[in-house]
């Protein structure tokens, strides 16, 4: 499928096979065991999982020293880290919730998969905060729990504000996820013949059925969900940039970050969905359920929010320029103008 | 006797000789609070150095840490280079006392061993040396400042804090003149919130920048009374030193004929501090006499209040500095013995920063309550200020009309750094007069 025809609406898979026929490929990972291609993925993924893990445990034993902050810097790779995984998660709710609500019938082949990657980037996000603290072990106070100190959590402060915005959009994409995961399972529990796999899915099935009346239950829970989900793709990533934005640092102080970081977001967020997306459907032979007109379509969302984001980008340089004789901040931006531009560069290549 | 002295003729570079300001002849070198003190005008600690004038340096073409060649009297020794403006040109400054091999953990082979140049053949210069040949050796050395050494000419950095009014100041004819002439600028800041209301007493600070003469003895005293650990030489290149003050140094001018200001900066104790409200677990917060509290054992280490400081006066333990050096200083049983009781020692992961001495308050609320009379803000004297030798800082109950800090907050040359940011600090400095005037004349 080397050139896509843009003047028909193409149908979300070629052919129009059954709906049995789906769940043959769609299960088969599931059902059979894995192939070479997977355990070559599997091991890269396992690989940069134990660095990781190498690298929490040497940052838990010997402190945030090795983060390579210092005091003028005292926010450096765990928050970036935390706003880009935080920004990853956007996409998964934005395919699953706000294209859903739009009837855009192609995210169907990646809704469930960008939502399980949403759920996954969300809680890698919250390991970051959690090693950048200082007192990993006494970030429980950051949860407004009563206790015998009398001491209540400042809800002023937007690190706050981030807790509830991060903890509630883990809670609804995972309900989501769940929800929308439901008949899958009772499919996955239909097809099994092992005891065990059996049980375990018909736990999780709750007792689905596939009857007429599931799935006017299932549609509407589905889009009061999808509902709910809709404004915390705008809120999350808002909140998020307030850390930034409510601060009093000259540059970081700038109504432009709230837009900002939720295009970025979903600017991020679509290119990881994507990142993962093209190796999982070699790896699994799913070419032709995530079709290239899908990944085609997920460019065009991608191109826009990068404008976006290069849009912003603009401006904060052109805010520099600007401002740069009269309230003379600019010195401390000196050294960014660079950082900016490729920013710019790498956008435009994106 | 006079006669005797060499005086340089045609010298080519004139060496020059002289003892640390803070080690001394190298007796103190095993002391990591002097060592780690930032030289009053380069800000460079735990290194000696060769201190050349920039037209040396464009001579030569060497930049900060360049490594050169020192040839006197058939003696030679290899320095980094610190260009320091106003340094005379022609004039290598070299401090001694560093890069002892014998002495204790912390000193040992600290900075570059001097001494060979002393020239004993000369009963009185033998700190002068004429006819020093230098050279480019081409290797490099890391220097570590706790302040960058702004370029002069650089058209974006100079005269930065004269033009964000950090450093205020003017000429005694133009005080002469008019005595409010500072405040003709100030404008009146707005808030949505009713302010802060200290009906009894207000801890207040005033410091005096026409006595400051940036000797950094307010640091060491502080350092002692507050259990501030040293850190190190490695640390101190990344920017983490947890001294509580600091003393910032400005140039203005040019690099031939520098102006330099000197200004401690310490917690300011704003009374809408913006760290105060961006802690999410509430450990720093406002006490009713006006200090800027912190709850180390709150403090879960977000380092948001130091974001959002604008003096950048909080320091964090991004280590357990107390046993961050495996082989010296805090592993030794007497080190422990050098803590103040009286103040708690931090561990790692926490944020820490200047308490007004807090512990000094609470004896003098103590000794009020003994006595039955009310607290009298004269009779607390944080550390910096006993350790002043010029008397530069004032502190006290701003409320209580006598004292002497109330005069100098409502003092005609008051100003605060950073004003327009309305975080109303309660650190006063007292615009610095030069007088310049008789110097024309």
């Known amino acids: 499928m080397s050139t896509i025809d843009y003047t028909r609406e193409l149908p979300v898979i070629e052919d129009k096979p059954s709906l049995r026929q789906i769940d043959d490929v769609i299960a088969r990972p599931l059902e ?21 893990a190498v690298g929490l445990g040497l940052s838990f034993y010997y402190g945030t020293g090795l983060w390579g902050n210092n005091n003028p810097v005292g926010w450096g790779f765990p928050i970036v880290n ?23 019938k192609w995210r169907t082949g990646i809704a469930r998969f960008a939502e399980g990657m949403t759920i996954f980037a969300v809680m890698t996000a919250g390991i970051f905060p959690l090693i950048h603290v200082g007192r990993p072990w006494l970030a429980g106070y950051l949860i407004p729990y009563p206790n015998q100190h009398n001491i209540w959590v400042n809800f002023s402060s937007p690190l706050l504000w981030d807790v509830f915005a991060v903890t509630t959009y883990l809670v609804v994409s995972f309900i989501f996820w769940y929800v929308g995961l439901i008949p899958d399972f009772a499919t996955l529990r239909d097809r099994t013949s092992n005891k065990i796999k059996k ?70 967020g679509f290119a990881m969905v994507q990142n993962v997306l093209i190796f999982i459907r070699k790896i699994f032979n799913f070419e032709h359920i995530i079709t290239v007109d899908t990944l085609d379509k997920m460019n065009k969302i991608i191109l826009l929010t990068g404008s976006m984001v290069g849009y912003a980008y603009a401006m904060e340089f052109f805010y520099r320029m600007v401002f740069r004789c009269s309230t003379r901040t600019i010195c401390v931006y000196k050294q960014s103008v660079w950082t900016l531009c490729m920013g710019l560069l790498d956008n435009g290549f994106m | 006797m006079l006669a005797d002295i060499k005086v340089p003729q045609n010298s080519e570079t004139t060496v020059h000789l002289q003892n640390n300001y803070f080690i001394g002849d190298g007796k103190y070198a095993n002391n990591g609070w002097l060592q780690e003190l930032p030289h009053p005008v380069t800000k460079v600690a735990w290194d000696n150095y060769a201190a050349i004038s920039p037209a040396i340096a464009k001579k030569y073409s060497v930049e900060n840490n360049d490594m050169i060649k020192i040839e006197v009297n058939g003696e030679e020794i290899e320095l980094p ?67 960058e050494h702004h370029a002069l000419d650089d058209a974006f950095t100079k005269d930065f804090h004269l033009l964000r009014g950090i450093i205020q100041g003017g000429t005694l004819s133009e005080y002469k003149e008019d005595p409010q002439f500072l405040k003709h600028h ?54 983490r030193e947890m001294q509580w003050m600091r003393i910032d140094r400005y140039y203005s001018g040019t690099p031939e004929e520098p102006v330099v200001s000197q200004q401690p900066m310490l917690c300011q104790h704003c009374d809408n501090a913006p760290c105060e409200n961006v802690c999410p677990v509430n450990a720093t917060n406002h006490s009713e006499d ?61 944020m820490e920063k200047c308490t007004f001495c807090v512990q000094k308050i609470m004896d003098e609320r103590e000794d009020a309550i003994r006595e039955g009379r009310n607290i009298v803000g004269d009779n607390v004297k944080p550390a910096c200020q006993t350790a002043c030798p010029a008397d530069a800082i004032v502190f006290g109950d701003v409320n209580d009309q006598n004292s002497k800090i109330h005069t100098y907050t409502n003092h005609e040359l008051g100003y605060h750094v950073l004003e327009e940011l309305n975080v109303r600090p309660n650190v006063t400095y007292i615009a610095k007069l030069r007088n310049t005037h008789s110097e024309e004349v």
């Not at chain 1, 709710?93 to 859903?100: E, V």
């Open chain 2, 186 to 239: 100030k404008h009146s800041l707005l808030n949505i919130t009713a302010p802060l209301e200290f009906d009894g007493v207000k801890w207040a600070m005033s410091i005096d920048l026409n006595k400051c003469t940036g000797c950094t003895a307010c640091i060491t005293s502080c350092n002692v009374e507050n259990n501030v650990p040293v850190v190190g030489k490695d640390q101190v290149g990344v920017g």
């Open chain 2, 81 to 147: 280079v610190m260009i320091q403006p106003g340094t005379a040109e022609n004039m290598i400054a070299v401090e001694l006392g560093y890069g002892r091999k014998v002495c204790g953990d912390v000193g040992k082979g600290v900075g570059f061993y001097a001494n060979d140049l002393l020239d004993y053949s000369n009963e009185f210069a033998n700190y002068i040396l004429n006819d020093a040949v230098i050279s480019k050796t081409g290797k490099t050395y890391s220097l570590v400042s706790t302040q």
């Open chain 1, 199 to 268: 049980v375990i899915y018909s736990v999780f099935s709750l007792g689905w059925r596939h009857s007429n009346r599931h799935w006017q239950h299932y549609e509407m829970v589905y889009l009061i969900l999808a509902g709910f989900a809709t404004p915390l793709v705008l809120s999350v990533h808002t909140i998020v940039s307030f850390d930034f934005a409510v601060s009093i640092i000259p540059g970081w102080h700038t109504t432009i970050f709230p837009p900002y970081f939720v295009a970025g977001a979903v600017f991020s």
């Open chain 2, 290 to 350: 006006g200090l800027n509290q912190m709850a180390y054992n709150r403090c879960v280490g977000t380092r948001y209040c130091a974001n959002n400081c604008p003096y950048k006066v909080r320091r964090f333990n991004f280590y357990n500095f107390r046993d961050h050096f495996a082989d010296a200083y805090y592993e030794n049983d007497v080190a422990a013995l050098v803590n103040n009781p009286e103040v708690t020692v931090r561990s790692r992961g926490v």
């Open chain 1, 82 to 104: 935390f706003v880009f995984w935080v920004g990853i998660g956007h996409a998964g709710t934005l395919i699953s919730a706000i294209l859903f609500l739009f009837r855009q």
């Open chain 1, 32 to 52: 059979s065991k894995p192939d070479k291609k997977y355990y070559i993925a599997l091991s890269i993924t396992v690989t940069m999982l134990m660095i990781g």
